[in-house]
């Protein structure tokens, strides 16, 4: 039982989640020492209690935690949550919550949970809407071709109106193109050859690989070729995981 319990605290830690469990009788908590880290507190002996959980909430987000997590207690279901929370040294954080209806050793009616710091991807998410907002500003309003892939989810999930002067294509055919297809075969050999080592060079650290200039044959939809400068950059989180690709296609044909 012992190293069973070794096992899962050195899991936690590496997983760096919070652990905790509230009696729903006494109205007790007992959480891990990640948990109260989090919460910027000095250690898991410290007073903790579903208020001060609320209390923790950025004042946008505390009616939807609060009824939330207040519902999972009612009625007994899961609850998932992510939001924002206030640390005891003023940070604002990210956090998520999960948590679960037990019985616990008491025989009392129990939550059961964890908490993890998501504040790096969430601020990344946040920065690729902005910019994704403001790229659909312009290209909406140039002649270029404006597109972003995600790699996640292996699909172009933005394309400028343009590509329809530009290409032949509705924005809704592009946007079911995979990721090289509108290349002349050439240029999509070329492209695909290249990727690999220009991801594994950013991953290291090379910030040449982050943005780049190609001349590249494109493929109309009627089958005709266009010479073309793109622009691509790697669009990645806090630890430099390339999570999208944005590109500006410019026709240079003469």
Same mark, same amino acid.
């Given at each position: ?48 209690? &579903? ?36 640390? *005891? ?20 009616? *129990? ?14 998410? *946040? ?10 500003? &312009?290209? /909406? ?69 982050? !943005? ?16 073309? /400068? ?5 669009? *990645? ?5 390339? !999570? ?9 044909? /003469?």
């Amino acid at each position: 039982l012992r190293l069973s319990e070794d096992r899962l605290r050195y899991a936690l830690e590496v997983l760096r989640v919070g652990v905790w469990e509230r009696d729903l009788v006494s109205r007790t908590v007992v959480r891990s020492e990640r948990h109260a880290a989090i919460f910027g507190c000095p250690g898991a002996a410290s007073p903790w209690s &579903l208020e001060q959980f609320f209390d923790s909430a950025l004042p946008e987000d505390r009616a939807r935690v609060e009824e939330t997590v207040r519902r999972g207690d009612d009625e007994g279901v899961p609850v998932e949550l992510k939001f924002r929370i206030r640390r *005891a040294d003023g940070q604002m954080r990210w956090v998520r919550v999960s948590s679960q209806s037990i019985i616990n050793q008491h025989g009392h009616q *129990a939550r059961l949970g964890i908490i993890e710091d998501i504040t790096e991807s969430a601020l990344a998410e *946040a920065d690729l809407r902005e910019r994704e907002f403001r790229y659909r500003l &312009l290209a /909406e309003n140039v002649a270029d071709v404006v597109w972003l892939y995600s790699l996640a989810e292996d699909r172009y999930i933005y394309v400028s109106p343009s590509v329809e002067r530009r290409g032949g294509y509705t924005a809704e055919e592009f946007l079911r193109l995979p990721l090289l297809a509108a290349l002349a075969p050439e240029s999509r050999e070329r492209v695909a050859a290249k990727m690999p080592g220009r991801l594994a060079g950013f991953a290291a650290g090379d910030e040449s690989c982050r !943005t780049q200039i190609d001349e590249l044959l494109e493929l109309r939809r009627d089958g005709t070729v266009v010479c073309a /400068e793109v622009v691509t950059t790697l669009i *990645a989180d806090a630890e430099r995981r390339v !999570t999208h690709v944005q590109g500006v296609s410019r026709d240079i044909t /003469e």
